[in-house]
């Protein structure tokens, strides 16, 4: 159905071109009809026509003027001028506009005809692109999050390739390379200022998460995490403020973010705490993650804590490399021998260059940095502690006479956190995928989705997937899908089963669909693959 609105200042006009469109558009068409400038433009507000013929020359405001009101709050509107000026009068004026067509009354029936069915043409293709518009909006809406979770997650546990954290920026519209992280925590206000109720409370607003990251996204252009029991992470993309704009930056940062608790509070009757970390590149936004959960652990009282609010817990010379230490420790973490390799060496001379003469303080650090890497390394699950596996450690460090000894005993303590880090997590992810693929053995002939696999194996879809095509060569789809294949190809080969039957036996509810995807696989349909070794 078709809004048509007609303007002329003639009866006769208007009851023609409505015979007109009655006659060769049965049906098809609503039709209203005013008389000037004025009531052109105000039945165009409620009626809100798709198509309107209009006459120049009008009482009041004319028919120029009329049409630059309408397409004001109607930029999707066609005009049809129908006029008895001729049309390089208004020429100008009509293309600025977006006139579909110019045409000189006395007006003829075919011309009408012709014109409408064309801006009917016009009208089709605008609602199906309005629709296509709509529909891709509403699927943005679904995976806008999953891959926003999965951002944050890649950015929290640097469980990255090469490339996707441009891919992830590219599909979120992110221009920068830095910015902060914010834990939002929510439960209810406890006796001691603390928050209590922590399950209770996520269990209650976890129906309300899209609500909440709506609310959230009004106060900051943002991504933000899935619901984590009791909290939600949300990485801010900003550049990094120089030192002479750093504070003014941190007071409009917690100023918004005290707005947005009092709104989620009223929104939401729970009490909302948030701490924030400060700016760092993407590549080591895990710290300023880790400085906002201090935060939130560190004041009880405040809704709002920044990590530069928090005291200093510890100062360093001028001239140390914390950067250098930092980034060592993320690389054992990693179980990167190369990196940590590089790190260590880099740290031991500026120890030497800075501090040679000063044998004992070296030797000191260099127990310390082992001890704390050995630690990772429990943490991790690579080592073993055992509680007199260091007895030896103080004396063999106090007997060495050369920074050369020294080192190499470093370096080597070092190298073998990395190497049971990395041992470690190999065989975590052998079990995983040796799992992934028992559990997808027994399962492929049920409606089998990767969300199911995952959940089976107790890590997140996103990481699964990553490491499966990884380790396997094949994303999860093509290896489910080749399993299906091979079981059918036997099927047909030995049993006396329909292709229906074994169709649903290998896992497809559709039997085109199976056909065509055996095809796809195996070049030929499954009648031909069966009729060949019957052959």
Request: proline fraction near 2%; hydrophobic fraction near 40%.
């Given at each position: 159905?078709?809004?048509?609105?007609i303007?002329d200042?003639?009866?006769?006009?208007?009851?023609?071109?409505?015979?007109?469109?009655?006659k060769?558009?049965?049906?098809q068409?609503?039709i209203?009809c005013?008389?000037?400038g004025?009531?052109?433009?105000?039945?165009?507000?409620?009626?809100?026509?798709?198509?309107?013929?209009m006459?120049?020359?009008?009482?009041?405001?004319?028919?120029?003027?009329?049409m630059?009101?309408i397409?004001?709050?109607?930029?999707?509107?066609?005009?049809?001028?129908?006029?008895?000026?001729?049309?390089f009068?208004?020429?100008?004026?009509?293309?600025?506009?977006?006139?579909?067509?110019?045409?000189?009354k006395?007006?003829?029936?075919?011309?009408?005809t012709k014109?409408?069915k064309?801006?009917?043409?016009r009208?089709?293709?605008?609602?199906?692109?309005?629709?296509e518009?709509?529909?891709?909006?509403?699927?943005?809406?679904?995976v806008t999050?999953?891959?926003?979770?999965?951002f944050?997650?890649?950015?929290?546990?640097?469980?990255?390739?090469?490339?996707?954290l441009?891919?992830?920026?590219?599909l979120l519209?992110?221009?920068?390379d830095?910015?902060?992280?914010?834990?939002l925590?929510?439960?209810?206000?406890?006796?001691?200022?603390r928050?209590?109720?922590?399950i209770?409370?996520?269990?209650?607003?976890?129906?309300?998460?899209?609500?909440?990251?709506?609310?959230?996204k009004?106060?900051?252009?943002c991504?933000?995490?899935?619901?984590?029991?009791?909290?939600?992470?949300?990485?801010?993309?900003?550049?990094?403020?120089?030192?002479?704009?750093?504070?003014?930056?941190?007071?409009?940062?917690?100023?918004?973010?005290?707005?947005?608790i009092?709104e989620?509070?009223?929104?939401?009757?729970?009490?909302?705490?948030?701490?924030?970390?400060?700016?760092?590149?993407?590549?080591s936004?895990?710290?300023?993650y880790?400085?906002?959960?201090?935060?939130l652990?560190?004041?009880?009282?405040?809704?709002?804590?920044?990590a530069?609010?928090?005291?200093?817990l510890?100062?360093?010379?001028?001239?140390?490399p914390?950067?250098?230490?930092?980034?060592?420790?993320?690389?054992?973490e990693?179980?990167n021998?190369?990196?940590?390799?590089?790190?260590?060496?880099?740290f031991?001379?500026?120890?030497?260059?800075?501090?040679e003469?000063?044998?004992?303080?070296?030797?000191?650090?260099?127990?310390?940095?082992v001890?704390?890497a050995?630690?990772?390394?429990?943490?991790?699950?690579?080592?073993?502690?055992?509680?007199?596996?260091?007895?030896?450690?103080?004396?063999?460090?106090?007997?060495?006479?050369t920074?050369?000894?020294?080192?190499e005993w470093?370096?080597?303590?070092?190298?073998?956190?990395?190497?049971?880090i990395?041992?470690?997590?190999?065989?975590?992810?052998?079990d995983?995928?040796k799992?992934?693929k028992?559990?997808?053995?027994?399962n492929?002939a049920?409606?089998l989705?990767?969300?199911?696999v995952s959940?089976?194996?107790?890590?997140?879809?996103?990481?699964?997937?990553?490491?499966?095509?990884k380790?396997?060569?094949?994303?999860f789809?093509e290896?489910?899908?080749?399993?299906?294949?091979?079981?059918?190809?036997?099927?047909?080969?030995?049993?006396?089963?329909?292709?229906?039957?074994?169709?649903?036996?290998?896992?497809?509810?559709?039997?085109?669909y199976?056909?065509r995807?055996?095809?796809?696989?195996?070049?030929v349909?499954?009648?031909?693959?069966?009729?060949?070794?019957?052959?």
């Amino acid at each position: 159905m078709y809004k048509v609105l007609i303007a002329d200042d003639e009866n006769i006009v208007i009851d023609a071109l409505k015979f007109i469109i009655e006659k060769s558009f049965p049906e098809q068409c609503i039709i209203e009809c005013a008389n000037s400038g004025r009531k052109v433009i105000e039945q165009a507000e409620y009626f809100r026509p798709d198509i309107v013929f209009m006459d120049i020359q009008m009482p009041g405001i004319n028919g120029i003027e009329a049409m630059r009101e309408i397409r004001s709050t109607n930029e999707n509107i066609i005009f049809i001028v129908v006029s008895a000026y001729v049309k390089f009068d208004y020429a100008k004026d009509a293309i600025d506009i977006g006139v579909l067509e110019y045409i000189n009354k006395p007006i003829d029936r075919e011309e009408i005809t012709k014109t409408l069915k064309k801006a009917m043409n016009r009208v089709d293709l605008n609602r199906t692109k309005r629709s296509e518009d709509l529909a891709n909006k509403e699927k943005l809406e679904i995976v806008t999050p999953i891959i926003e979770n999965g951002f944050i997650y890649t950015l929290l546990y640097q469980n990255h390739e090469e490339g996707d954290l441009t891919n992830f920026k590219t599909l979120l519209g992110i221009e920068t390379d830095a910015g902060y992280m914010m834990g939002l925590q929510f439960g209810e206000l406890g006796s001691r200022g603390r928050m209590e109720n922590a399950i209770g409370t996520s269990v209650r607003l976890q129906k309300e998460y899209g609500r909440i990251k709506d609310a959230i996204k009004s106060f900051f252009t943002c991504c933000v995490g899935a619901m984590m029991g009791n909290m939600i992470v949300v990485f801010v993309p900003a550049e990094i403020p120089d030192a002479e704009s750093e504070y003014e930056t941190r007071i409009a940062i917690i100023e918004q973010a005290r707005k947005m608790i009092r709104e989620l509070k009223k929104l939401f009757d729970a009490r909302f705490r948030i701490g924030i970390g400060t700016f760092h590149p993407m590549d080591s936004l895990a710290e300023s993650y880790n400085e906002a959960m201090r935060s939130l652990s560190y004041n009880f009282s405040d809704s709002v804590v920044h990590a530069n609010d928090m005291p200093i817990l510890c100062n360093y010379e001028e001239d140390y490399p914390v950067e250098t230490e930092t980034s060592l420790f993320k690389a054992i973490e990693e179980g990167n021998l190369n990196r940590s390799m590089f790190f260590c060496r880099s740290f031991f001379d500026w120890m030497l260059d800075r501090h040679e003469q000063n044998v004992m303080d070296v030797k000191l650090k260099v127990l310390e940095f082992v001890l704390k890497a050995e630690s990772i390394g429990f943490e991790s699950g690579g080592m073993v502690y055992r509680f007199n596996m260091r007895s030896e450690y103080l004396g063999s460090i106090m007997g060495m006479q050369t920074y050369d000894q020294l080192y190499e005993w470093f370096s080597g303590k070092i190298s073998n956190v990395c190497h049971n880090i990395l041992t470690k997590k190999e065989e975590s992810t052998v079990d995983i995928i040796k799992n992934a693929k028992t559990y997808i053995e027994q399962n492929y002939a049920k409606d089998l989705i990767l969300d199911d696999v995952s959940k089976e194996l107790m890590i997140s879809p996103y990481y699964f997937s990553k490491l499966f095509k990884k380790r396997t060569g094949s994303t999860f789809i093509e290896y489910v899908t080749n399993i299906r294949i091979e079981r059918a190809k036997e099927l047909l080969r030995n049993t006396t089963k329909s292709i229906k039957e074994i169709c649903m036996e290998v896992g497809y509810a559709d039997a085109n669909y199976f056909s065509r995807a055996f095809k796809k696989n195996v070049g030929v349909t499954p009648s031909e693959y069966k009729d060949s070794k019957e052959a």
